[in-house]
């Protein structure tokens, strides 16, 4: 269940993916297979290819790759590799905002 994100940043981020950029999007989350994560950052782009060169940068997998019928196909981001990936990318108002 996601939470602590408004709207307007969840369109933000389709945009961004509907443009073909690699978009990211931090929330809130709950999830009882992962009790220890209490964030997830989702790592989208519309262009699955440009989705699975970023992240092989990271030492992803394109297999670990959501993919969405329709659209927002996207890597989720958890823990301590979740927090790393935001660092390398410079993303540091996610780290802050979500006290990472």
């Known amino acids: 269940m996601a939470f602590g994100i408004k709207r307007a940043e969840v ?3 389709k945009r961004q993916i509907d443009a073909g950029e ?3 999007l931090t929330h809130y989350w ?3 297979r992962f009790p220890h994560c209490r964030t ?3 790592v989208g782009c519309k262009d ?3 989705l699975a060169n970023w992240g092989r940068k990271y030492g992803l997998k394109k297999e670990w790759i959501d993919y969405r019928a329709g659209g927002y196909s996207h890597f989720d981001l958890l823990g301590d590799r979740q927090k790393e990936i935001l660092q390398k990318e410079g993303l540091y ?3 802050e905002r979500f006290r990472l």
């Open 40 to 42: 997830v950052t989702k």
């Open 30 to 32: 709950m999830d009882e």
């Open 48 to 50: 699955l290819t440009k």
């Open 93 to 95: 108002d996610h780290i």
């Open 22 to 24: 690699v978009a990211f």
């Open 11 to 13: 369109e933000k981020w």
